[in-house]
């Protein structure tokens, strides 16, 4: 998403993803400019 953001000149990088539980209680937060930092397979 980042990769594909950047060719189209959108900035993703101060966004992140919030993990929450069943209960909806917070359990961890990822920020994308983590994600474009690391090396990504798939």
């Given at each position: 998403?980042?990769?594909?953001?950047?060719?189209?000149?959108?900035?993703?990088?101060?966004?992140?993803?919030?993990?929450?539980?069943?209960?909806?209680?917070h359990?961890?937060?990822v920020?994308?400019?983590?994600?474009?930092?690391?090396?990504?397979?798939?």
């Amino acid at each position: 998403m980042i990769a594909e953001g950047d060719q189209k000149g959108e900035d993703w990088h101060d966004l992140s993803f919030e993990i929450r539980d069943r209960a909806n209680q917070h359990v961890l937060t990822v920020a994308f400019s983590e994600m474009s930092n690391s090396k990504v397979t798939g």
